[in-house]
């Protein structure tokens, strides 16, 4: 089941990032090694009482003149209307209630999606809550003071929001059919992509950079069996700063991706793989979904016996974190080899769900350990008691071993290689967690 998507809207500097931060916890802020997957403050993964769902930040926008500020709240709370399940509109105390939150709120009741009002900087209720009571006069509901810095009132704002989630009995009602999201930097082809497999003009197609409006989902059969493309929107408008493009597609990448059981990262083979593919693609490897690679426009390119071989490695270099990824190149305005696309959906999907036998599995750590020794250090070697899965989905691993300092990130990927050589699983990651345990157990 996908998580649910909690948008933040707010004006510049009413506590956003900070709130953003603070309920994320130290997560946001690690740099990790993974080359390509994306670290801007655009979305984070936050648990609550046993609820997990995608945080996504509309907000980053300094505009110098009050109708800049409407026009830029304009277009985040309509991304905001447009990708979450709930809203969390953030207005700030000491500010009070401007023109602006007005016009917002407007929008935000018209849409119809939960509001969670939430009034910032509230550093003593004693001292503010008079002035919290004012913004009952935005007509969304109830005003919920908190203080992002000092962390208090986090938790009834929490409670609020996860009111809207679905329930578990809802949630088992979910569409069964395999959920294929489209992903992609604007203007690569992902909506004629589409349209040539659904056989129809379902989605607006042209040169315009980001003219898909709304992720549309489209309903398609092939040999019998049912899939849902998700096609991730671009933009609203044609927008000439180039780092709020990027913002605007990750943001709706990440709500598609959350969705989709498979990734279909479409590239354009004129321009090659780029590093915002590589971010885009971080984004469903982080979240461990299945991925194919789809190099489109492939009819365009002039080729010699090497050029598929060229693009291949290209592609493998940059996106190195990835190297599961399966790989089609494609035309949607051919048609070429698309046909192969829906082999690979099934071929990636069965793989995200396969489960291997704990006999079977730890008979091949035991192979690979044998090949090649654990590393040791201060003269204590890594000893693997055994291993087990635990998850699908991407495919979860826990290995029980003696020491987990001693678990260094190149053997575990030793480990990950000696599995897929023997069971394959193409197109979908590995996730492996490291358990300790002590000998006398």
Same mark, same amino acid.
């Given at each position: 089941?996908?998580?649910?998507?909690?948008?933040v809207?707010?004006?510049?500097?009413?506590?956003k990032?900070?709130?953003?931060?603070?309920?994320?916890?130290?997560?946001?802020?690690?740099?990790?090694?993974?080359?390509?997957?994306t670290?801007?403050?655009?979305?984070?993964?936050?648990?609550?009482?046993?609820?997990?769902?995608?945080?996504?930040?509309?907000?980053?926008?300094?505009?110098?003149?009050?109708? *800049? $500020?409407? =026009?830029?709240?304009?277009?985040?709370?309509?991304? &905001? @209307?447009? !990708?979450?399940?709930?809203?969390?509109?953030?207005?700030?105390?000491?500010?009070?209630?401007?023109?602006?939150?007005?016009?917002?709120?407007?929008?935000l009741?018209?849409s119809?999606k939960p509001?969670?009002?939430?009034?910032?900087?509230?550093?003593s209720?004693?001292k503010?809550?008079?002035?919290?009571?004012?913004?009952?006069?935005?007509?969304?509901?109830?005003?919920?003071?908190?203080?992002?810095?000092?962390?208090?009132?986090?938790?009834d704002?929490?409670?609020?929001v996860?009111?809207?989630?679905?329930?578990?009995?809802?949630?088992?009602?979910?569409?069964?059919?395999?959920?294929v999201a489209?992903i992609?930097?604007?203007?690569v082809?992902?909506?004629?992509?589409i349209?040539?497999?659904?056989?129809?003009?379902? *989605? $607006?197609? =042209?040169?315009?950079?980001?003219?898909?409006?709304? &992720? @549309?989902? !489209?309903?398609?059969?092939?040999?019998?069996?049912?899939?849902?493309?998700?096609?991730?929107?671009?933009?609203?408008?044609?927008?000439?700063i180039?780092?709020?493009?990027?913002r605007?597609?990750i943001?709706?990448?990440?709500?598609?991706?959350?969705?989709?059981?498979?990734c279909?990262?479409?590239?354009?083979?004129?321009?090659g793989?780029?590093?915002?593919d590589?971010?885009?693609?971080?984004?469903?490897?982080?979240r461990?979904?299945?991925?194919?690679?789809?190099?489109?426009?492939?009819?365009?390119?002039?080729?010699d016996?090497?050029?598929?071989?060229?693009?291949?490695?290209?592609?493998?270099?940059?996106?190195?974190?990835?190297p599961?990824?399966?790989?089609?190149?494609i035309?949607?305005?051919?048609?070429?080899?698309?046909h192969?696309?829906?082999?690979?959906i099934?071929?990636?999907?069965?793989?995200n769900?396969?489960?291997?036998?704990?006999g079977?599995?730890?008979?091949?750590?035991?192979?690979?350990?044998?090949?090649?020794?654990?590393?040791?250090?201060?003269?204590?070697?890594?000893?693997?008691?055994?291993?087990?899965?635990?998850?699908?989905?991407?495919?979860?691993?826990?290995?029980?071993?003696?020491?987990?300092?001693?678990?260094?990130?190149?053997?575990?990927?030793?480990l990950?290689?000696?599995?897929?050589?023997?069971f394959?699983?193409?197109?979908?990651?590995?996730?492996?967690?490291?358990?300790?345990?002590?000998?006398d157990?």
């Amino acid at each position: 089941m996908s998580k649910p998507v909690v948008a933040v809207v707010g004006r510049p500097n009413v506590g956003k990032s900070t709130l953003f931060n603070v309920l994320a916890g130290e997560r946001i802020s690690i740099v990790k090694d993974t080359p390509g997957v994306t670290r801007d403050r655009i979305y984070a993964e936050v648990t609550w009482l046993n609820h997990s769902f995608t945080m996504i930040d509309t907000g980053g926008i300094e505009p110098d003149s009050k109708d *800049v $500020i409407l =026009s830029q709240m304009r277009e985040q709370a309509q991304i &905001a @209307i447009e !990708t979450a399940d709930v809203i969390l509109f953030l207005t700030d105390v000491k500010q009070g209630l401007v023109d602006a939150d007005s016009k917002v709120a407007d929008m935000l009741r018209r849409s119809g999606k939960p509001v969670v009002l939430v009034v910032n900087k509230v550093d003593s209720f004693e001292k503010y809550m008079p002035d919290v009571y004012e913004f009952y006069n935005l007509g969304i509901g109830e005003p919920y003071p908190i203080s992002a810095s000092s962390r208090l009132g986090l938790g009834d704002m929490l409670d609020e929001v996860i009111t809207y989630f679905p329930k578990d009995g809802e949630a088992k009602e979910e569409d069964e059919r395999p959920k294929v999201a489209i992903i992609g930097k604007p203007n690569v082809g992902k909506s004629s992509l589409i349209n040539k497999l659904a056989q129809e003009e379902r *989605v $607006i197609v =042209s040169d315009i950079a980001g003219t898909t409006r709304d &992720a @549309i989902d !489209t309903d398609i059969r092939y040999n019998g069996k049912e899939y849902i493309f998700i096609d991730t929107a671009g933009l609203r408008r044609k927008n000439k700063i180039k780092e709020e493009i990027e913002r605007y597609s990750i943001i709706r990448a990440v709500t598609a991706v959350e969705r989709a059981d498979v990734c279909i990262i479409v590239i354009d083979a004129n321009e090659g793989v780029t590093e915002q593919d590589a971010k885009i693609a971080g984004i469903a490897h982080e979240r461990g979904k299945g991925i194919i690679i789809a190099v489109n426009k492939w009819d365009a390119i002039e080729k010699d016996d090497k050029t598929i071989y060229r693009h291949t490695e290209r592609i493998r270099q940059i996106l190195s974190f990835m190297p599961y990824a399966e790989i089609v190149f494609i035309s949607a305005k051919s048609g070429q080899r698309l046909h192969k696309l829906f082999e690979l959906i099934d071929v990636v999907i069965e793989n995200n769900c396969m489960r291997v036998a704990t006999g079977v599995l730890n008979e091949i750590v035991a192979e690979a350990v044998a090949m090649q020794q654990p590393p040791s250090d201060k003269g204590k070697r890594l000893k693997i008691y055994y291993v087990t899965q635990v998850a699908v989905q991407p495919p979860t691993f826990v290995v029980f071993v003696n020491d987990k300092e001693l678990m260094h990130f190149s053997y575990t990927r030793y480990l990950e290689n000696r599995i897929r050589e023997t069971f394959g699983f193409r197109g979908t990651a590995l996730k492996f967690i490291t358990r300790e345990r002590k000998e006398d157990k």
